[in-house]
C-alpha cells in the first residue's frame, strides 16, 4: 500500500492532483514489438518480430543505465528538448539509424501506447460524479492529453499541467503551485498522487499532502487508486 509522505492528510481535500505515468498511466510495456514492427515499416524498415524485441531490450538497457538517466535531466522543459535528447539516446543504443530511430520514438510517444491502470477510469469518474476537481500534473515531452481521451476519462480532469508547456519540471514548487491555481484550490487542500519519492514526494515543499504509490506496478494490475477515494471523498 502506498502512505501519505507526511503521515496525515490533515486539511479537507478539496481537488486531486495526480502523476501521470507509473500513477494512472502504465509505464513498463510502452514499447511493444508488434507496434515497433508497424511504425518501423512506416519508416520504410523492415523488422521481424525477434529483431525488433532485440532493439526494444537495447534501447531500454541504455536509456535506463546510469548514463541514460543523466543525459535525460531537462528533457521534459520542452517538446522540442524531449525529441532531441530521446532521439539521441536511442540512436545511441543500437546504434541505430534515423528511420529506426524516429519507429521507436513514435512508439514511446503514441497515446495508443499507453494504458490505464484497471482501476485509473474509475476512480477518475469517482471522484468526477463526486463534484472533486480533478488534475494531472506531468512531467513529459508530448502532449498526454490524447490517451485520456482515448480511454474516455478526458472529461474528468479540470486541468492537464505539463512540463513542456511551461518549461518548468517537478520537483520546481511553481509547477505545482500553477497547478493548485488551475484547480481552484488552496494548496493545503490539494491531495497529490505519484510514484516517484523524489519529484513527486517534492510536492510537500509546495504545501501539498502527498500520497505515494508501490514502486511495483503492472499494467493489468489495479493501481491502489481505490484508496484516494477514501482520502478524498
Known sequence: MGEPVDGSVSERVEAVLFDFSGTLFDDTEVLDAPALVTAAARQGVTLGAAEAEDVIR??????DSPAGFAAREGCDLSQQ????????LIA??????????EAVYSCLTDPGAWSPYPDTVPVLGALRDAG???GVLSN?????????????ALASL???VLSCEHGVAKPDPALFALACERLGAQPARVLYV????VKDGAAVRAGLPVYLLP???DANTPRGLAAVLRLAL
Open 58 to 63: 537495447r534501447t531500454l538497457r541504455h536509456v
Open 81 to 88: 528538448a524531449h525529441r532531441t535528447v530521446w532521439t539521441k
Open 92 to 101: 545511441e543504443a543500437g546504434p541505430f539509424g534515423p528511420e529506426l530511430t
Open 132 to 134: 472533486v476537481p480533478v
Open 140 to 152: 513529459i515531452g508530448w502532449d498526454i492529453r490524447p490517451a485520456f481521451e482515448r480511454v474516455g
Open 158 to 160: 479540470r486541468t492537464v
Open 194 to 197: 505519484g510514484d516517484d519519492p
Open 215 to 217: 514502486s511495483e506496478r
